[in-house]
């Protein structure tokens, strides 16, 4: 556990370097909608299969649980829609951007994620009406995994709101 622990704040220390080395955007940068397409496509058509993989049902399990999950997934994508909405807005406002944009953009992203964790909270209860405890803390802990894949991608892409002033 302590070598996992110490290789995601290994690899969380050197995300946050690569990710304030980033090269500023433009409102034509086509680039950082391409990784962020990439980020949730290849998450969302990898999920389920890794989901299963790493997560050992029976048939009886299986037919209760992946009802669940998937909508549990569509309403993730509902939040995955409006984060990608605004990084889009995000590479508009990058050169220009204000004060009030930036607080806009920051209380945005916070109820994104806050919207994610009342999602895994209200989804972990439906998960454990179809399957044991061990069986739901390994589909979420997966999740989390790719999540935090997912949002590396996204975190490498997007370069820091710029100073004021430059």
Request: aromatic share 8%; charged share 25%; proline share 4%.
């Amino acid at each position: 556990m302590f070598r996992i622990s110490s290789t995601l704040a290994a690899l969380t220390v050197a995300a946050s370097f690569a990710f304030a080395q980033e090269a500023p955007i433009s409102a034509q940068d086509d680039g950082l909608q391409h990784d962020v397409q990439i980020a949730q496509n290849v998450t969302e058509a990898d999920r389920r299969a890794t989901v299963a993989a790493n997560l050992p049902l029976t048939d009886r399990q299986g037919k209760a649980f992946w009802p669940v999950y998937l909508e549990y997934r569509d309403e993730v994508r509902e939040q995955n829609v409006r984060l990608a909405k605004l990084i889009d807005g995000y590479a508009h406002a990058y050169a220009t951007m204000s004060d009030d944009e930036a607080q806009e953009i920051t209380h945005t992203y916070l109820d994104i994620e806050r919207k994610r964790l009342l999602l895994k909270e209200k989804y972990t209860k439906k998960f454990a009406k179809v399957l044991p405890a061990i069986l739901v803390a390994r589909a979420m802990q997966t999740e989390q995994k790719l999540d935090a894949m997912q949002a590396f991608t996204l975190a490498r892409a997007i370069p820091l709101v710029p100073p004021a002033g430059e």
